[in-house]
């Protein structure tokens, strides 16, 4: 009787480890895909990233690059003060996109330009993602929001 106790606790501990793999294994492979990493564009020129690749894009839309072609075409330039990416997207942008301000994109890269698929802007006035604002910091272009200019 104490032995059979002692098998039945051995084969429900095996199934329930053979579950918990069998479960992990399923959930790395599921996101496989759905794992988006940012990238500043400093990284994305030291390291370009292997054709057909999505990625996030995130950065300041460069100044004076931002030009509206023919229908819902725009294309502008990514910085983050060390390097700048040729950005180009197809499709309404948000309210608050602008010149100066940050954005991320995903996409992916084709021929040295990215090419959007999705382009997310800052909430509001003070927002910025938290990547974005490390990547500017680490490029000594960051400025606190919260800070008046001058």
Same mark, same amino acid.
């Given at each position: 009787? +104490?032995?059979?106790?002692?098998? +039945? ?22 996101? +496989? ?5 940012? +990238? ?46 040729p950005v180009t997207f197809t499709g309404v942008l948000p309210d608050l996109f602008g010149e100066g ?50």
């Open positions: 009787m +104490r032995n059979l106790k002692k098998t +039945r606790r051995i084969q429900i501990l095996l199934v329930a480890g053979g579950a918990l793999v069998l479960s992990t294994a399923l959930i790395g492979y599921g996101m +496989r895909d759905g794992i988006n990493f940012f +990238r500043a564009p400093s990284q994305i020129v030291a390291e370009p990233p292997a054709a057909g690749e999505v990625f996030r894009l995130g950065g300041l839309v460069e100044a004076g690059t931002l030009v509206r072609g023919q229908g819902e075409e725009i294309t502008f330039k990514v910085t983050d003060g060390g390097a700048s990416v301000k940050g954005m991320v994109g995903t996409g992916e890269m084709v021929e040295g330009t990215f090419v959007a698929r999705e382009i997310l802007a800052k909430h509001d006035e003070n927002y910025m993602p938290k990547e974005v604002t490390e990547a500017l910091k680490e490029q000594g272009v960051y400025r606190d929001p919260a800070q008046p200019e001058g």
